[in-house]
Structure formats: structure tokens, C-alpha cells
């Protein structure tokens, strides 16, 4: 049987599998992964198997979850307000002082020597960065707390240049670098003062759909609505599945060369968000899901033959119609006008698979007992 789209707590954490979102997002998604897969050394391969041979499926009713309502307040609106300025923002260069100063947007250019050596993987032109946030520290990757490169370039002056000295750690991810002498010397090439936008009707009907300020902040709020309340049912049907999962036993245990396929799958998944963060595919997920590959793997597998045999369950099918209809939606908000082009990035097996998941989890839904809580503002913002 085909492996269809996931979703499990674990994996959505840390982005790893799709199943939910809008069409748009699929269809995006879609082609990152069908692009990630061509570059990388390996390609994607669904194990095959029958999954009533390896799990007994558990109970899938009457189960209750949890989700938690979170109210969009007046400041929320508020900062999305501010993201729309700053996209907007015009920088000005300061020319009444030479130093820089905390809350400064600079403009940098800067040459890092390891060993001697001038090593163009750490060196950058015509960069620009606030200062008062760490930032800068961040363009060198992870030094520790103790590294602090920003603090040495407050007070520089602009056309003038400061040189910090440090040590890459024994463990850094970088093996060409690590534990190794370096030297990076920063130009301030000029200082600037961020100009924003003021928030007008003016402002607001040249830049966005909305006539008005009113009418912007109404629709923002909405839009965050939306999301809270997408978030939230995404949740609770992760807790959903993983519920069923915990639920459901293992017959009989998966194969050596099932659980090295699965490897090499995830591997392929998630080739894109390790290279993100820097870090090994295998050390990624270790530390965004507390499991080994292998032990990855086997949930990922497992996970698999739950789906199969609820959508066997619950005799769940996806006729030609549904398909065409999301097909056509996808395409339209994708921006695809070529179908074949379309179909090339998210194949017909892939969608009809997906589609299934969504009336799968409409079914589960309707058999669950969900209990809404108001969540604290301060937590929701903490996570």
C-alpha cells in the first residue's frame, strides 16, 4: 500500500511532514520537497507492505483532546501593523555622529582569517544588521554565550574598522573550522536610522487590498482568527493520531530493510531543514524529536500502517470529482496554469493521497470529543 501523508505530533513539530494548510501551502510545499529530493543523493521510496500484518489497529472512538483558544488581542494587530511598516521602512544614513550606537541599522562588510587564512565561508559585504538584538553574533553560527561580536562593533566608527579574536569550539558543526583560531575583522561602512511609514488610509490603500486603516485592522484580525483557530484543529488532531497510535499494537516488527528505506526517506525529507539549522539530517532530528533515526524510523512506519487501516476502516475513498476540484483550486492558488507542469512537483498519487488524510481526519473529528480551553497569552507567546 501506498504511504500516505502523516502527520504526527512529533513530525509537525519541527515541520517535517504535511497533511494540513491551505492549498496554496501544499502546493508549495510540494514543489520544495519534489526539488529538495532532486538535489539530494537519495530519493524518496514509500515501503511498501500490509500494514494489517504488522499493527493491530486501536481504539479510535469516543476519545477526547484537547485544544486550547487563544483570543487576538489589540496588540497583536498591532504588531502585525509594525511587520507591514517595516517592510515599507526607508534607511537614512546618519551623518551628524561617527559611532555606533545600540538600536543603530548598520551597514557591515567583514573578513574572517582562520589560521592565518582568509576564509570566504565566514566573510560577507555590504551587509546590513541591527544592532541591540544579537544579530550579528548569529552570522557566525553557534560560538556560545560567551561569544559576543556585537558589543566589540557598538561604539566602532563609521569608515573604520574593529578586529575580535576567538577560538571555533572543539565541537563546532563546521569540521573545516572547529577548534580552530580566528580573526574577523568588521568595517562599518555607514550608519543608518530606520525610517517607518506612517499608518494612513493613504498608506494602506496603496499597499494593501484594504481601503482604510479600519478596514486593514479588521481584516488582520480576522486573519489571525483563522490562524489560531487552523492551529488549533491541527493540534488536536495531531493528539488525535497520537492517541490511536499509542493505542494500536505491533504484530509483529518491521524488517531490517523497511526500517533502512524509512532512513533514507526521512533523510530525504528533511535534508532541507537540517542544512537550515546547519546541522546533520540525522543530528536534526535526534534533537527536534528526542528519537534515534532508527527509532524514527519505526514510528514513522508504524504512523503508516495506522492511517491505512483507519482509511480500511472507515472504507474511506476519493473519487475523481474531489480530485479534480483540488486539483483545480491548487493550481489556481499556486499559480499554475500548465497541469502537467502542476502534476510534475505533486503528482496525482500524492494529492489523492492527501485528500484522503483531510476526509480521514473529518471522520476521526466527528467520532472525538474536543474540549476548547482559553489559553493565557503569556504561554501562547512563550511558545
Not at 502523516?6 to 515541520?15: D, N, Q, R, S
Not at 545600540?102 to 551587509?127: L, M, P, R
Request: charged residues 35%; negative net charge; proline residues 1%.
Amino acid at each position: 500500500m501506498k504511504k500516505i501523508i502523516t502527520i504526527t505530533a512529533l513530525m509537525a513539530a519541527v515541520c517535517m511532514l504535511g497533511g494540513c494548510g491551505s492549498s496554496k501551502d501544499k502546493a508549495q510545499e510540494a514543489t520544495t520537497q519534489a526539488q529538495v529530493q532532486e538535489e539530494t543523493a537519495g530519493t524518496y521510496e514509500p515501503v511498501e507492505m500490509d500494514a494489517s500484518e504488522y499493527v493491530k489497529l486501536g481504539e479510535y472512538k469516543g476519545l477526547t483532546v484537547e485544544t486550547e483558544v487563544v483570543e487576538v488581542t489589540d496588540e497583536d494587530v498591532d504588531e502585525e501593523l509594525s511587520f507591514l511598516q517595516q517592510q515599507y521602512a526607508e534607511y537614512k544614513e546618519i551623518t551628524d555622529r561617527k559611532d555606533v550606537q545600540e538600536g543603530d541599522y548598520i551597514n557591515i562588510s567583514y573578513t574572517a582569517t582562520v589560521d592565518g587564512k582568509e576564509n570566504a565561508d565566514y566573510s560577507d559585504s555590504d551587509i546590513d544588521v541591527y544592532i541591540g538584538d544579537g544579530e550579528l553574533n548569529d552570522y557566525f553560527g553557534d560560538l556560545g554565550d560567551d561569544f559576543d561580536v556585537e558589543s566589540k562593533v557598538i561604539g566602532a566608527k563609521s569608515g573604520k574598522s574593529v578586529s575580535v579574536d576567538f577560538t571555533f569550539p572543539e565541537d563546532y558543526d563546521d569540521e573545516e573550522v572547529a577548534g580552530k583560531k580566528c580573526t574577523v575583522k568588521i568595517t562599518v561602512n555607514k550608519i543608518q536610522e530606520e525610517i517607518l511609514p506612517e499608518l494612513t488610509d493613504e498608506f494602506i490603500k496603496e499597499n494593501t487590498d484594504c481601503d482604510t486603516l479600519k478596514a486593514y485592522r479588521k481584516q488582520t484580525k480576522e486573519e489571525l482568527e483563522n490562524t489560531y483557530s487552523s492551529d488549533a484543529e491541527e493540534t488536536a488532531q495531531q493528539d488525535l493520531l497520537v492517541q490511536i497510535e499509542d493505542s494500536s499494537t505491533m504484530k509483529k516488527e518491521f524488517t531490517d530493510a523497511m526500517i533502512q528505506q524509512e532512513i533514507n526517506n526521512l533523510k530525504v525529507q528533511n535534508a532541507e531543514y537540517a542544512e537550515y539549522f546547519g546541522m546533520e539530517v540525522e543530528d536534526f532530528l535526534e534533537q527536534s524529536s528526542g528519537m534515534t533515526l532508527e527509532e524514527c524510523a519505526k514510528d514513522t512506519l508504524k504512523m503508516q500502517c495506522v492511517q491505512e487501516l483507519l482509511l480500511e476502516a472507515e472504507e474511506i475513498e476519493v473519487t475523481d470529482e474531489e480530485y479534480e476540484e483540488e486539483l483545480s483550486q491548487m493550481m489556481s492558488e499556486g499559480g499554475y496554469t500548465s497541469k502537467e507542469d502542476f502534476l510534475e512537483y505533486y503528482p496525482e498519487e500524492d494529492m489523492r493521497s492527501d485528500i484522503a488524510y483531510q476526509k480521514l481526519m473529518e471522520k476521526l473529528m466527528s467520532y472525538t470529543t474536543v474540549k476548547q480551553t482559553t489559553a493565557e497569552k503569556e504561554e501562547t507567546e512563550a511558545e
